[in-house]
């Protein structure tokens, strides 16, 4: 089960990893995304108000969103495949809190801000939360070479 959690981090992180870079690159390309653009469901508004740029910089957050997964992938393949250990699986955790942060701030911006939400954004904020979920069982892990609970 150990392994087949890291395995699922690590899909989890290369699909929202390609999200993502494809997110970046529209952003740069400044070509709008194939998206719904009426309504509640409205990805233009999302991807181009300030809330899609990380705060007092000019790095979009797709940008930021790259940074994040290809960190969780590198995280979830040295547990998938090299040895695994208790700091990697609190070190992951910690960064999956830091990333749902972020999301809960996203989802706000989105829902009480803009009033808005983009499709493609929701896709990463589930990617997130998933991979959140899946660190704290990871966490929650015992070590195998001491067997010792990963909770202190």
Do not use: N
Not at 127 to 137: K, M, Y
């Amino acid at each position: 089960m150990r392994a087949r959690r890291a395995e699922l981090l690590l899909v989890l992180a290369a699909v929202g990893l390609a999200v993502s870079v494809f997110l970046t690159a529209v952003h740069y390309q400044g070509v709008p995304l194939a998206c719904i653009t009426t309504g509640p469901l409205d990805c233009d508004a999302v991807t181009t108000s300030t809330f899609s740029f990380v705060p007092g910089t000019g790095v979009p957050v797709a940008l930021a969103g790259v940074l994040w997964f290809a960190v969780s992938a590198v995280a979830a393949a040295l547990a998938a495949f090299g040895p695994d250990s208790t700091r990697l699986r609190a070190a992951h955790f910690a960064w999956c809190v830091a990333g749902l942060v972020t999301v809960l701030y996203l989802v706000y911006a989105e829902l009480a801000v803009i009033r808005r939400i983009c499709e493609w954004c929701t896709a990463v904020h589930l990617l997130v939360l998933g991979s959140f979920a899946l660190a704290l069982l990871r966490l929650q892990e015992e070590t195998p070479a001491t067997g010792s609970a990963g909770r202190r």
